[in-house]
């Protein structure tokens, strides 16, 4: 831990963050609203307004753009009673799941499965039957429960320590809680100049808890965060599907689905606040976690050792280390394949700049976090699925 000052405290070494993000951080640590302090975590990175792996408790207000656009973003990983020896055929249950799963942003469900019409149900339910489509500009977002979406968005089947066999999943609310997320970001911003705040950053605009705009933002984040985790849940339950028809019928031993992209009222420092996590998990004392590496690398099955100067947080993954702009110019199709080698993944174009070496070293990210968080297992994928 290194406490830069009485406003920020990183888990990593400060001369080791990009300057930009060093930036955003500062700014951040000098919004009005903020509690105590700026807490940084080891995958830290450039982001929007602030930066990703970012942890801050704010007073009766909420940043929109420190929640982020991808509202409820997390994991969830399944551990079963399947060893390693018995699966074999991996390109077949790749190709399995990428059935079930519609891959890539913009690749709705076809037609609704029951699964996921009971899951529906529960956000119609919540959304008081309001036309989210309408208000936010979307597509059905019903189509778009059980879809896994792009970029840094994964499926995997892993293996930890004792052969035991994981899948894992990480995804978030899809394109309703993107437009959800920008929607009161821009009102936000519109707030400020009415109210005649200036900030070090326009993208750092909150919320004031006495406003209407807070209620509606609080109400929708929570619907979206429940997208979240819901939609996780049901493309679960089909990838486990594959599992059985491709492997054979089995045990579910333990199931985990946090998000890292959320906020919520928790109590630090005796006072209730806002805790917003941009990029980090919830690690309170024996809270239970994933934290991946990249496409290629090793991730990690935790528990939370509830570090008061990280708000009881962890990192939420690698973290980018590169744009993916520079990993399109840094690496090529040859250098993906070298990076995936004994794994089975769709190889493609579309892929390079999620290539391991765009992304920090998880190793290094899982040795600042150690007064964070207790490893119990680490997996190693053999099976990769990815979006365009």
């Given at each position: 831990m290194y406490k830069i000052n009485d406003k920020i405290t990183t888990f990593l070494p400060w001369?080791?963050?990009?300057?930009?993000?060093?930036?955003?951080?500062?700014?951040?640590?000098?919004?009005?609203?903020?509690?105590?302090?700026?807490?940084?975590?080891?995958?830290?990175?450039?982001?929007?307004?602030?930066?990703?792996g970012t942890v801050l408790a704010t007073r009766k207000a909420v940043i929109p753009a420190a929640v982020g656009v991808d509202i409820g973003c997390g994991m969830i990983a399944v551990k079963t009673d399947i060893k390693k020896e018995e699966v074999k055929n991996l390109e077949?249950?790749?190709?399995?799941?990428?059935?079930r799963i519609p891959m890539s942003a913009g690749k709705f469900n076809k037609t609704i499965q029951l699964s996921a019409q009971k899951r529906i149900e529960e956000l119609e339910k919540m959304a008081n039957n309001e036309d989210?489509?309408?208000?936010?500009?979307?597509?059905?977002w019903r189509e778009q429960i059980g879809t896994l979406g792009g970029g840094n968005h994964f499926i995997e089947l892993c293996i930890d320590?004792?052969?035991?066999?994981?899948?894992?999943?990480?995804?978030?609310?899809?394109?309703?809680?993107?437009?959800?997320?920008?929607?009161?970001?821009?009102?936000?911003?519109?707030?400020?100049?009415?109210?005649?705040?200036?900030?070090?950053?326009?993208?750092?605009?909150?919320?004031?808890?006495?406003?209407?705009?807070?209620?509606?933002?609080?109400?929708?984040?929570?619907?979206?965060q429940k997208f979240a985790l819901l939609n996780?849940?049901?493309?679960?339950?089909?990838f486990l599907e594959e599992l059985k028809y491709s492997v054979r019928e089995f045990k579910e031993l333990e199931r985990i689905n946090s998000h890292h992209n959320f906020t919520?009222?928790?109590?630090?420092?005796?006072?209730?606040?806002?805790?917003?996590?941009?990029?980090?998990?919830?690690?309170?004392?024996?809270d239970r976690g994933m934290i991946p590496g990249s496409m290629g690398t090793k991730s990690y099955i935790i528990s939370g050792l509830g570090?008061?100067?990280?708000?009881?947080?962890?990192p939420h993954g690698a973290g980018r280390r590169m744009s993916r702009t520079k990993a399109r110019q840094e690496f090529k199709i040859e250098d993906l394949d070298k990076a995936m080698e004994g794994i089975e993944f769709r190889r493609s174009d579309v892929l390079i700049d999620e290539i391991p070496g765009a992304y920090k070293n998880i190793d290094e990210v899982m040795e600042n976090a150690k007064e964070l968080?207790?490893?119990?297992?680490?997996?190693?994928?053999?099976?990769?699925?990815?979006?365009d």
């Open positions: 001369d080791s963050i990009e300057p930009e993000a060093q930036q955003q951080i500062k700014n951040t640590a000098e919004v009005p609203c903020l509690f105590h302090h700026v807490a940084v975590m080891p995958d830290c990175h450039f982001g929007k307004g602030a930066t990703v077949e249950i790749r190709k399995g799941i990428e059935r989210l489509d309408k208000k936010f500009g979307t597509n059905n320590e004792n052969d035991d066999v994981w899948a894992t999943l990480h995804s978030g609310s899809r394109g309703i809680g993107n437009k959800i997320g920008m929607y009161y970001i821009k009102i936000a911003t519109k707030l400020m100049e009415k109210y005649h705040i200036k900030l070090p950053d326009p993208d750092l605009s909150y919320l004031p808890e006495d406003t209407p705009e807070f209620d509606e933002y609080i109400h929708y984040l929570h619907w979206a996780r849940e049901e493309m679960m339950d089909r919520q009222i928790e109590n630090h420092f005796g006072h209730n606040v806002w805790i917003t996590r941009k990029g980090a998990v919830k690690a309170d004392t024996m570090n008061k100067m990280s708000f009881n947080s962890s968080v207790k490893i119990d297992h680490t997996l190693k994928q053999i099976l990769n699925c990815k979006g």
